[in-house]
């Protein structure tokens, strides 16, 4: 059973940073795009960042120039720096992955999503 599991949400103040990481576990046999999204009370779920397996790199509108993703194969995880956090950015934040696996049959690719953690701004 593949899981997505993030840490580092947390309350900050504005102007402040945060670090979260996303550790894939379980058994696979690649991971592609990662990614990182976030929801707002009252609003849909948007785009943060996204980190193809050879680099590349995808940000919403309201992060570029102050959020930064990464992400480091040999330990199965993604990461979202965060500089300059304000209070728009208060969301719980959830991190994907696409993974595939291997079975009886051959190859599957599905996304896998985590369980989201809270980040709070406080202006």
């Known amino acids: 059973q593949v899981q997505l599991v993030e840490s580092g949400g947390g309350l900050v103040q504005a102007g402040g940073s945060l670090r979260l990481s996303c550790a894939v576990s379980?058994?696979?046999?690649?991971?592609?795009?990662m990614g990182w999204y976030r929801q707002a009370p009252g609003k849909g779920r948007e785009l943060v960042g996204s980190?193809?397996?050879?680099?590349?790199?995808n940000y919403g509108d309201s992060v570029e120039g102050r959020f930064t993703i990464s992400r480091d194969d040999a330990r199965s995880s993604v990461y979202l720096q965060m500089n300059n956090l304000k209070p728009a950015d208060t969301a719980v934040y959830y991190c994907?992955?696409?993974?595939?696996?291997?079975?009886?049959?051959?190859?599957?690719?599905?996304?896998?999503w985590g369980q989201g953690t809270q980040v709070t701004v406080s202006s």
């Open positions: 994907n992955a696409d993974v595939t696996t291997q079975s009886d049959w051959g190859t599957v690719s599905f996304t896998r």
């Open positions: 980190v193809r397996n050879i680099g590349v790199t």
């Open positions: 379980g058994s696979f046999v690649r991971l592609g795009v």
